[in-house]
T-cell receptor
């Protein structure tokens, strides 16, 4: 699966939008972009995923560039409870490899009052 | 609540003990996973089961033995562990093993090997 690059940490003011970038320049045509987050010592939480089109759900929006080499996760109104490590993962190169997730270091988002 | 439960939440065991971790999913999913998260390291995939059949073993030592009696339950049997096996063990499930399905994680079992 393609490798992803994320900034190690970011700050965001409470109530403002948090925009978390991810580079995945070697992504292949079949690979999905997934976002998960992990609050300290808890299990990772699924946020959103997409293939080519932008996606939105009740938690966040995912913006994927037209060439699919990068994406941005947007938390529209960050709260203190959004403080977590956010992981951008590319997976699903072929159906034989299935749904294997390779977690990197992620971005540690700190939401400040 | 993600619909994936794990027991126990905390476990302390000696190197000569035998213990088991249990995972149960209430989502009607067909694929289940075991991950390991050591201190200050990324999550590592250990095993994958799809429709009760093991599809992936990520070079895990034989002192870790998974069991999947049905699509809703997954066990990780532990024996003669080492202190470096102390970690957070996470279970996850997804609708299917194929591409495009998101995984839902349990809260994890914090294991300490003494």
């Amino acid at each position: 699966d393609a490798k992803t690059t994320q900034p190690p940490s970011m700050d965001c003011a409470e109530g403002r939008a948090a925009n978390l970038p991810c580079n995945h320049s070697t992504i292949s045509g079949n690979e999905y972009v997934y976002w998960y987050r992990q609050i300290h010592s808890q299990g990772p939480q699924y946020i959103i995923h997409g293939l080519k089109n932008n996606e939105t759900n009740e938690m966040a929006s995912l913006i994927i560039t037209e060439d699919r080499k990068s994406s941005t996760l947007i938390l529209p109104h960050a709260t203190l409870r959004d403080t977590a490590v956010y992981y951008c993962i590319v997976s699903g190169k072929n159906n034989n490899a299935g749904n294997m997730l390779t977690f990197g270091g992620g971005t540690r988002l700190m939401v400040k009052p | 609540e993600t619909g994936v439960t794990q027991t126990p939440r905390h476990l302390v065991m000696g190197m000569t003990n035998k213990k088991s971790l249990k995972c149960e999913q209430h989502l009607g999913h067909n694929a289940m996973y075991w991950y390991k998260q050591s201190a200050k390291k990324p999550l590592e995939l250990m095993f994958v089961y799809n429709f009760k059949e093991q599809t992936e073993n990520n070079s895990v030592p034989s002192r870790f033995s998974p069991e999947c009696p049905n699509s809703s339950h997954l066990f990780l049997h532990l024996h003669t562990l080492q202190p470096e096996d102390s970690a957070l063990y996470l279970c996850a499930s997804s609708q299917d093993w194929g591409r495009g399905y998101e995984q839902y994680f349990g809260p994890g079992t914090r294991l300490t090997v003494t």
